[in-house]
């Protein structure tokens, strides 16, 4: 059988979760609500930039109603 590229495996994963109901889905991945890791250096043109994310632990909103409302606003007529 041959191996799946990561982009296969996402996909697969993310066709899983979209057939979820959200609270399935808060259950499954718990540790998705407040992204941990995601600061990062990056050099460009000799110049180095450092990003330093913080995540508001009492938000209302997760990443994943975030990215959704900016997708359908720029679908958006």
Known sequence: MPEKTLRQVLDETMDWLSNL???EI???LPEQRY????D?????GGT???VVSHF???A????FHKV???MESEAAP
């Open 21 to 23: 109901p959200e609270d």
């Open 26 to 28: 808060r259950y499954h």
């Open 35 to 38: 992204p941990r890791g995601v």
């Open 40 to 44: 990062f250096r990056w050099t460009i």
């Open 48 to 50: 180095e930039y450092t």
């Open 56 to 58: 508001n632990q009492n």
């Open 60 to 63: 209302g909103d997760d990443i």
């Open 68 to 70: 959704q409302r900016l």
